[in-house]
Nanobody, 124 residues
Framework: VQLVESGGGLVQAGGSLRLSCTASGRTFSDYVMGWFRQAPGKERDFVGTITRSDLTYYADPVKGRFTISRDNPKNTVYLQMNSLKPEDAAVYYC???????????????????WGQGTQVTVSS
């Protein structure tokens, strides 16, 4: 499966952005989808994930501010980011892996497919 992210850009602190990740290849509904982010000089960190059954899980730093959703007919997963902070600035990556209906994954090693990333910059 190929993943392509879009929607990154520059936003002021307190603002919002919605990232999209569109998949091509195999049946999108077969995949558990995840979002990760990587700031300069740091590790690629888990942001959140959505299961095949639409359950969502989030890292503590983004809980209550970020929302993941998926649109299977459009082969797309979204990351809605609200109340953005300067520390949210990073390259955001979407990732995919196969799994059972309610499975979720928070580790990079659990994902087999990655997009190229999209830059999010938050000005203070």
């Amino acid at each position: 499966v190929q993943l392509v992210e879009s929607g990154g850009g520059l936003v002021q602190a307190g603002g919002s952005l919605r990232l999209s990740c569109t998949a091509s290849g195999r049946t999108f509904s077969d995949y558990v989808m995840g979002w990760f982010r990587q700031a300069p000089g740091k590790e690629r960190d888990f942001v959140g994930t959505i299961t095949r059954s639409d359950l969502t899980y989030y890292a503590d730093p983004v809980k209550g501010r970020f929302t993941i959703s998926r649109d299977n007919p459009k082969n797309t997963v979204y990351l809605q980011m609200n109340s953005l902070k300067p520390e949210d600035a990073a390259v955001y990556y979407c990732a995919a892996t196969t799994g059972s209906f309610n499975a979720y994954y928070t580790q990079r090693r659990d994902y087999n497919y990655w997009g190229q990333g999209t830059q999010v910059t938050v000005s203070s």
